[in-house]
Structures are given as C-alpha cells and as structure tokens.
C-alpha cells in the first residue's frame, strides 16, 4: 500500500513533464517555466523570437496609451518577447530608471503574457557601494556584496525586492509567470560595477551562484530561467570565462550593437556570424538556449540595416530569440531616439526610412511574432 502511494506519487509527479528533455536550472522549477524551457528548444526550428524592450510602455512621441506597441504600429502584429527593467526597484523608487512605474510593468507583463508572448527582465542596479548609478564602476562593489562583504546585507536586502516584484507575476489563474531573468549583463565591457575591468571571474560567480540560491531557496521563486549574457568575446574559452556552471544557467546569450558607419564595411554582420557561431557550439554543448539577448543600430541612419546587416549576420544560426532596444520615451529619452522602426509622425522626414526594410525582415519567415508564438502554446 505504501509502496503502492509512493509509486502514484512518482507517477504524477512525472506526468507533466513527460516528454521534457532539458532540464532548468532550478531543480523547483514550477511547471510552467519548464514547460516553456522545453518548449523554447522545440521553437529553435520554427524561427526566432521577436522581443523589444518596454514595446508596450512608449515609443516615440507616445506613452501609456492602452493596447499600443511599437512593433505592433509597425509590423501590424505584437512582439513575442516583451523586455523590461528592474533598475532603482532596489531603492524601493515607485518607477525604474527608465520612467515605467513597476506597477504598470506588472500589468504590462500579465499582458504580453496573455497574447502568448515570452517576458525576459534585466537589472540595471545602482553601485551598491557608492551609491551611484550601474554606471559608477568604483568601490569593488562586487567583492563587496558576495557572502563576507561589507554590503552583503544590503544586496539581501535588494534581491528581497527583486523576489517580492517577481512572486507579483502571476496570470490570471495565479500562477507564476515564467521570467527570463538576465541580470549583470555585459560584463565582457568595462561600463558597469560588474564588468570585467573591476571584477574577477571568481567573484562574478560568486554573485551569480550566491543570487540563484538566495532566490531560489532562500525566497522560493521558482518561475525563472537564467540568462549568462556577456557583450563581446572572440572564442568559446572567452565566452565561458565568468560562467558560473550548468547548474545555475539556462540561457546562453551576448549583446551586440551597430557603431559606426555600415554602409563602407562589413564588421557588424561578420563579427555577428562568427559570435553566433561560437555561441551555438556552446550552448549545444552545454545543453543551453542560444539567443541575442540585445542588439540595435541607435536611430537606424542605414535604412537596410535590418535585412543587409542583422539578417545576414543571423544568417541560418539557430537561436532562440532576439531583442531590440528600448526607444526614447517622452519622459526618458525626449521621443527622440529609437531602435526599431516607426510609422509616427515624430519623424521629422515622414515614414522612417527603414520601415519597408523591417517589414522585409516581418515577412522573411524566419522570426516569430506575436501570432505564431500564440500558435507554439509555449507554455503548455
Ligand atoms: C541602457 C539605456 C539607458 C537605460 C538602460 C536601462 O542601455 O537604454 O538609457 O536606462 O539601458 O534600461
């Protein structure tokens, strides 16, 4: 009889996530991140998943305005991916850095949630020792917050915050909504309290580790996937150097933006290829989701950036998403920047000279918008 219980118990603990080959890298799990872990691999032939940061807050010259979207205004059809951003959450600031007041992006979330669409969070988090901004690389602040630093207290005291905002995530039936949560990100650069230039691969994972078991044994958040996401390396030794371990990573990611003039050189699309090369190897390797965490080209001064320099950079790479960057809100960015495409008559010479070139990359078939994600059911 026992034997019997104990059996039934394994058996219907196994029954929904039969046929779930990967593995998360938090053993809790709730079901529903798995699912879509597992689903996120089975969608790597489908295409790419489109994301844009803060799509459904504001875009240029507009924000707040129930339904509107940037990629919707655009293309006609919502994002698959919807990114948002945690920064000054840990000062218990009311809105983030970038003006979107959190409870907003709450709803924001449940809402992208609902068309289908996948949810992925950074953090921008202040420097925890000069208390300036993610920018201020001073005071070794990362030696600082690991277990026996100075303020290791107070980064407790900051991923109590981050966990409280992410037990918030909830659908309609009150589950937890699955997060792609990438924090300390770019660390391959030299601009934030977590770069290369002023923290050693020993404490980076140190952090790494001590955040993903404060949040998930310590605080009990279950419904998120990890994203490792450094900005440039040049072979797969480089790319693992401040990787933490399989255990704590569920996503293989960089960042790589356009600089420069596109039109007279082929860097962008050749340095893409050969990243997204090396990343793919790996993350086969390591059993990981391969994607472009962040990628743009400011403003979009080259009109077929997306199809002559993305696209081929992407060439026939299998990856599971990609993500542009935020535009410029009215309050954060005077409506004066962008990275994806707009139809507004904030442009001062009409219609965005690389809308027909996005509308190329909408119609390609080789990236997922909000339709056939819906079609993909990636949560069940
Ligand atoms: C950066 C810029 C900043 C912004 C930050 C966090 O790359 O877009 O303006 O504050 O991301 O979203």
């Known amino acids: 009889m026992k034997r019997l219980l104990f059996t039934g118990i394994l058996f219907l603990q196994i029954i929904p996530i039969m046929g779930q080959v990967y593995q998360t890298a938090d053993k809790k799990a709730s079901i529903t991140t798995i699912k879509l872990f597992n689903n996120l691999f089975k969608a790597l032939p489908e295409g790419i998943l489109f994301g844009h940061q803060d799509d459904l807050a504001y875009g240029l010259g507009w924000e707040y305005i129930p339904g509107k979207s940037v990629i919707q205004d655009a293309v006609g059809e919502y994002p698959a991916m919807y990114g948002w951003e945690l920064g000054d959450l840990e000062l218990d600031a009311l809105i983030n850095l970038d003006s979107v007041p959190f409870k907003k992006m709450t709803s924001f979330i449940q809402e992208g949630y609902e068309k289908g669409g996948i949810i992925t969070i950074s953090w921008h988090a202040n420097n925890p020792v000069t208390g300036k901004n993610a920018w201020d690389i001073g005071g070794n602040a990362v030696a600082s917050i690991i277990p026996g630093g100075e303020k290791h207290a107070l980064y407790k005291s900051w991923l109590d915050k981050v966990a409280v905002f992410m037990l918030g995530l909830k659908n309609n039936k009150g589950e937890y909504i699955p997060v792609i949560f990438r924090p300390f990100h770019e660390f391959t650069g030299n601009w934030f309290w977590w770069c290369q230039n002023v923290c050693t691969p020993e404490e980076y994972k140190a952090l790494w580790k001590f955040t993903f078991d404060y949040l998930t044994n310590t605080k009990q958040v279950h419904h998120l996937l990890y994203a490792y996401n450094p900005e440039k390396f040049e072979n797969e030794a480089g790319y693992l150097q401040y990787y933490p371990g399989d255990e704590y990573v569920d996503i293989m ?30 993350a086969k390797k390591h059993k990981k989701l391969p994607a472009l965490a962040e990628t743009g080209f400011l403003n979009i001064p080259y009109a077929e950036w997306f199809t002559k320099k993305l696209m081929k950079g992407i060439g026939n790479h299998q990856i599971s998403y990609i993500h542009l960057w935020r535009d410029g809100g009215l309050v954060n960015g005077n409506g004066k920047y962008r990275f994806a495409p707009s139809q507004d008559h ?35």
């Open 346 to 380: 904030f442009i001062p010479v009409g219609r965005d000279p690389s809308f027909m070139d996005f509308y190329k990359l909408y119609i390609s078939n080789k990236f997922i918008f909000e339709k056939k994600a819906r079609d993909l059911k990636l949560y069940q």
């Open 253 to 282: 990611s960089f960042d790589f933006y356009q600089y420069g003039d596109p039109s007279n050189n082929s860097d962008f699309e050749n340095t893409l290829d050969k990243r997204l090369g090396i990343l793919t190897e790996v």
